[in-house]
């Protein structure tokens, strides 16, 4: 599995890409949505985990772009606003995406993340 | 019931001033407006109206009056006229028949007859008889019923009157013939340097005919008395003739006059009088003032009962119109206030909204870090192998993993607190919205040992309403019930279904209870019992109006020293979107 950390706290990024590299996941991470494009210009990810607000681009207009250039990626979006509900409401607008609040039990991130990949639930 | 207590205005107790004069939240002394309105009113209306009627009173009293004593004027002096006329064409006759008979005709008593007779066809009344009496006072002739042929009256008061007058009309007296009559006699000198006196007696009688006959009306009486106030012809009232009359001697006047007076009882009177001219004799009438004025009192009466009705009907309409518009003002007052205050609630909520979600971002991105730095700790831990061992190092991480994770809790509860500040309608279980605004308390229970239970039947179906609207309910209460509970109190919360369409929510608490005077103004803006201790009265009326917004109802149970209970009825869905959007400036 291979995934893509986006997050403008490198702090937090950084430490979920070594966690889930202790798990066997391919991670990479970036603080910048820019970045990751360029990273994707490569390479595709099976999974995107996205945080939704970055400063420049946006958790969600970032994973438009990925989307467009990666249509097989799945998304999962971070938030520090809010709650789930106000999150669904706004993921909505762009079709099925998972979400989860901050601070994130990574037991449940991981859940999430194959559930996405092994259901059709993700935005393909 | 309707007692004269419902009677009282609403504003009647509110004399409150919450703030400066000029302020927005100046409440104005209603009592006092009510008071000067109704004052100021009925001056402005009654003053007229009464400064006219006595205006009218006391004119038409004094016109009145003044018409009567007038008319007794002019009725004295007709009267006195026609007595004097009598009087001096009588005399006349005889100073004629004096003059033109010498005394050997006059001594004829044949001759005297023949003249008296004469006197009385020519007269046609008032001559009983006549005498030739010489100067001795001896009457040598005499011509007429009583037989008074040589009789003395050389000591009668009226024989010295006309010896020093020449003429001389005497007042009424008895005589020789103990009738009353009065004398009219005329000296003549003879040549040899004498003198004998031509008598003539007159009746009264044409008297008390003329003054019988006058129309005075007011009890009135016409009668004559002497200087001495000796009654000399009939009168109706004031006693019999040659009786004294209780009246005091009129002062003497050349012209008629009119006087008020009082009678004997202290009736007040209107006298007229007249002294009769070359006689001692005085017109009188009196007349009872109080009867002429009846009419008048009549009339005044009517004015005052009039008057009487109209101010009343003035003051109820003033009272009714000042106290209708005075409640109107303070409805107003009050609704305006609530309003402001309603405002000023709904930016504090929504102040406090907003710095919560900031609050609970800014603490969620640090506490993100801390929750993956301390897992990644874990991890390495655990993962690869190196201090999985090491009981204590993963106790210390894990504590540190819990307390993310609590306060990860307490950051989402905030943010979902600041969410539900929005108005919008959503479909909620009633229990789990009850119990997420109890976990702002939880901590508050836990240090005052408070318990609480919350009893929901298995089928409360879930409703559709504005959950911020419903939270702020919720919270107030239980607020409430905190401020009112010991510590060691029990807060009860049930959740039934009423009917097909409501449920209801029933919270209870074991606290001091309400006193029932309390309880009826208990939903009624600023009215606090909580008065100097932070109150400000308006937390149970806003939760009154937030449960009318959801469509809603909330009642009160209390008893003083065991507790109280609020029940809230909800309808499962609202019927319109108003309900939720009525107060947008919450969010």
């Not at chain 2, 009654?231 to 012209?255: F, M, W």
Request: proline share 3%; charged share 25%.
């Amino acid at each position: 599995m291979r995934v893509l950390l986006v997050d403008d706290e490198e702090e937090l990024v950084s430490a979920l890409a070594e966690r889930l590299l202790l798990r066997d996941i391919d991670a990479e991470w970036f603080t910048t949505g820019t970045d990751a494009l360029q990273r994707v210009e490569s390479g595709c990810f099976d999974l995107a985990v996205l945080d939704m607000k970055m400063p420049k681009i946006s958790g969600l207009a970032l994973r438009e772009k990925l989307h467009a250039k990666c249509p097989a990626m799945k998304f999962i979006f971070l938030t520090g606003y809010g709650s789930e509900k106000d999150f669904a409401s706004a993921t909505a607008k762009v079709g099925t995406a998972d979400y989860l609040v901050k601070p994130v039990d990574i037991e449940v991130l991981l859940g999430r993340m194959h559930e996405l990949l092994n259901s059709e639930r993700g935005v393909k | 019931m309707f007692g004269l207590v419902n009677l009282k205005p609403s504003f009647w107790e509110k004399n409150v001033q919450l703030a400066a004069p000029g302020s927005s939240e100046y409440l104005f002394n209603y009592r006092r407006i009510w008071k000067d309105a109704i004052l100021l009113t009925s001056i402005v209306a009654l003053f007229p109206l009464i400064f006219i009627t006595l205006v009218n009173y006391r004119f038409t009293g004094q016109a009145m009056g003044s018409e009567w004593l007038l008319r007794t004027s002019r009725t004295v002096s007709n009267t006195q006229r026609a007595i004097s006329f009598f009087l001096t064409e009588r005399r006349s006759a005889l100073e004629f028949i004096v003059h033109d008979n010498s005394a050997e005709v006059l001594q004829d008593p044949i001759r005297l007859f023949a003249i008296l007779e004469n006197l009385k066809r020519s007269f046609g009344g008032g001559f009983v008889d006549l005498g030739w009496i010489e100067s001795d006072g001896k009457q040598k002739a005499y011509a007429g019923p009583y037989g008074l042929q040589d009789k003395d009256y050389k000591d009668q008061p009226w024989f010295k009157q006309v010896i020093k007058r020449g003429t001389f009309t005497s007042d009424v007296f008895l005589g020789y013939r103990h009738v009353p009559h009065l004398v009219i006699a005329v000296k003549k000198k003879t040549p040899e340097g004498s003198f004998y006196v031509l008598r003539a007696s007159i009746a009264i009688e044409p008297f008390n005919d003329l003054l019988s006959n006058l129309e005075l009306g007011g009890l009135g009486d016409a009668f004559i008395i002497n200087h001495d106030g000796i009654l000399q012809s009939n009168s109706r009232y004031h006693g019999r003739i040659l009786e004294k009359i209780a009246l005091p001697v009129p002062v003497y006047s050349e012209t008629t006059q009119v006087r008020e007076g009082k009678g004997l009882d202290g009736e007040p009177l209107f006298i007229g009088y007249r002294f009769i001219a070359e006689t001692p004799l005085i017109l009188m009438i009196v007349k009872q003032k109080n009867e002429l004025m009846k009419p008048l009192t009549k009339t005044h009466l009517e004015i005052i009962i009039f008057l009487l009705v109209s101010v009343t009907v003035i003051l109820a309409v003033i009272v009714g119109m000042v106290t209708f518009m005075v409640n109107k003002v303070y409805t107003a007052d009050e609704r305006r206030l609530m309003i402001l205050h309603q405002m000023e609630y709904a930016n504090k909520m929504a102040s406090i909204g907003r710095m919560a979600a900031s609050v609970a971002h800014e603490i969620n991105n640090p506490l993100a870090v801390i929750n993956e730095k301390a897992g990644l700790i874990k991890d390495l831990f655990t993962i690869k192998q190196l201090y999985s061992g090491d009981t204590k190092l993963i106790g210390l991480v894990d504590s540190v993993l819990s307390s993310v994770k609590r306060a990860g809790k307490i950051t989402k509860r905030l943010l979902t607190f600041a969410r539900n500040l929005e108005a919008k309608i959503e479909t909620i279980r009633l229990e789990e919205t009850i119990r997420e605004v109890l976990s702002f308390l939880h901590k508050e229970a836990e240090h005052r040992s408070i318990e609480i239970k919350v009893e929901a039947l298995a089928d409360i179906p879930t409703i559709e309403t504005d959950r911020g609207k419903l939270e702020q309910i919720f919270l107030n209460i239980i607020n409430n019930a905190f401020a009112a509970m010991c510590d060691g109190g029990r807060l009860k919360v049930q959740i039934n279904r009423s009917g097909t369409e409501k449920v209801e929510i029933r919270i209870c608490d074991d606290g001091c209870g309400i006193s029932k005077q309390d309880l009826q103004r208990i939903f009624e803006p600023f009215y606090s019992t909580k008065t100097g201790q932070g109150g400000t009265g308006l937390g149970l009326s806003i939760t009154y109006n937030l449960t009318h917004e959801v469509e809603g109802q909330i009642t009160v149970d209390s008893e003083v020293g065991k507790g109280t209970c609020f029940t809230i009825s909800l309808p499962l869905k609202l019927t319109t979107a108003e309900g939720a959007n009525a107060c947008v400036c919450y969010s």
